[in-house]
Every structure is written in C-alpha cells, then in structure tokens.
C-alpha cells in the first residue's frame, strides 16, 4: 500500500494528466527539481567556502543561491495557484451549468407524467413505452445533476446539512423497500439483518437517504448473475453502524485506494457494463463525514466486498462520548 501511494507520488505522467498541465508544472517535478537546486547549492557554497577566504566570495555566491531558491519557489507558488484557480472556476461553472440544466429536466419530468397520468389514453402500446423509456431517461439526467450539484457544494465547503433526530433503523429499512424491486428484477436477494428497533442518529434526512440508495443499489449492481445482499444494523461504542455485504465482484486491490475519487470508477464496473458516473461514494463519503461519522470499506476480487458506514447516536453525542476508531 504505501509502495504503491509513492509509486503515485512520483508518477509525474498521472499527475499531469489528473491536473491538466504538463509534465514540468506538476508539483512533485518542481520540488524535487527545488531539491536538486539546494543540494547543488549547498554544495556549491561549501566548495567556495573551502576555496575561498574572501568574505566578499562567501556573500556573494550564498546571495545567488537564495535568489535561486526564491525563484523556483515564485514558480511553484504560481503553479499551485494556477492550478487551484483553476479547480474553484470549474467547480463554479458545474455549479452554474447544472443549476441552469435542472429546471428543463424538471420541466420534462414533469410533462411525461402529465402525458402518461392525464393524456396515455389516447396513446398507442409503443408510444406509452417510449414515453415511459423517455421519462427514465429523466430520472436518470435529474440524478445525474443532482450529484453534479452535490459535487460542486462539497467542493466549495457549502453542502447544507438540515439535521434532524431520526431513527435510524427505519431509514434502512425505507431504504431497501425502495430496492427489492430492483434486487428481484436482478435475481438478488436482499435481506436486512437488525435486532434493533430503535436507533435514534441526528442527521439530513434527504442526504442520510442518498448514502443507504448509493450503497444498496451498488451492490445489487455488482453482482454478476444471482447472488445476495446482507444489510446489517446494529449499535457499536456509541455509534449506530451499517453494514452491506455482498457475494459479487469486488474490487481489485491496485484500484481500492482511489475508490472514493471523484468520476473513479473500477474496472470491474466496465467489464459488468453498469451505468454510473463515479460520484456516488465521493459523495457519501462526504455526506457520512459533515455527519460527524465515517465511511470504510473490506473488498476481495471476484469475491465481494463490505462497505461500512456509521453515525454518532444522539445520547453519545450529547454526552460527547462518540469517538471514531
């Protein structure tokens, strides 16, 4: 693992494709051309040191060796500056683009249910199926915006939480009544395992759901063929804990560390051919986060894969003994 993330760290190619700029801006080729500039520096200083009585020589040459290094450290300062701009306009512009894309896509939304609840008797059997077809598609660009937007909020330190005590137990299990159908659809079975009946967690109610939606519909996707899904529920130190195992096709351990990125997805995900936009966990990792708890996970390729979150109870948090591990 910390191969692998050093490996990273001096892959100057990666970085340069993952920012946008080439080889010679990247961060790590400017620090370490700085660090080969001070070591010849030091060097160059402690040989005319030798060589040299003269104080006048002595000025001189550490003078040049610290014009140097405030001129490489100018260039890198302007680069990460560069970059960071950068990074805020296209995070304004997603905010900006996906606010100006939701109202049509609401308005779509909203007139193929006008046609298929109020107008479909006139409709033929192929047209009501490509209405039907056309107001899935909807759905499927509405979430589409709404994670863009969620991206943006988060990127920008501005996702709202609009907290409320909850319990939790009762959100898992809304969660999954909205995903037998999908599971039964996709020969999976779904089953929750809880012996709680009451978890009481002050969270977003909205942002809360769109964690348990991305986590359950991700395993039920990520299962090649039939197979099934455990959601386990229980109480740990404090901290009200979710669990979704499934049999399905896990996650390739060079992939594991970039899993929660932004737009990553892993191989496995191609090869399967589910749709996505590489956002889901990036997102709910921050949403589980801003609700003072933490998002991990346990994967084995071709054997499945445990994705765990958990929450602060109410009474611990109160009491301020809701410590993560």
Known sequence: MLRQRIFDELNLRKQADDLGVKIWQTPSFLFIVMGIIIIAAMTGVYVVSINYDSPEVLVI???????????VGSFIIRTVEEVAKSNKMKSE??????????TPISELKWQTELLLTKFSKGLSE???????????SGDKMGRLINDLLDVARIDQGQLALNKEKMNFCKMVEDAIDLQ???????????????NLKMLEVFVDKRRLAVVLDNLISNAIKYIDGSGKVDVIVESSDGFAQFCIRDNGVGIPR??????CQKFFRSNNSIKNQTDGTGLGLYIAKNIVEQSGGKLWF???ENVGSEFYFSIPLVDSEKKGLAVLK
């Open 93 to 102: 512009f997603v905010s900006i683009a996906s606010h100006q894309l939701k």
């Open 254 to 259: 060079n992939e594991q560390n970039n899993l």
């Open 298 to 300: 346990k994967s084995i």
């Open 126 to 136: 192929k047209q009501i199926e490509i209405m039907n077809e056309i107001s899935h």
């Open 180 to 194: 037998v159908s999908f599971a039964k659809l996709m020969n999976i079975e779904l089953k929750m395992i809880c």
């Open 61 to 71: 040459s550490e003078s040049i060796v610290v014009v140097l290094l405030l001129t």
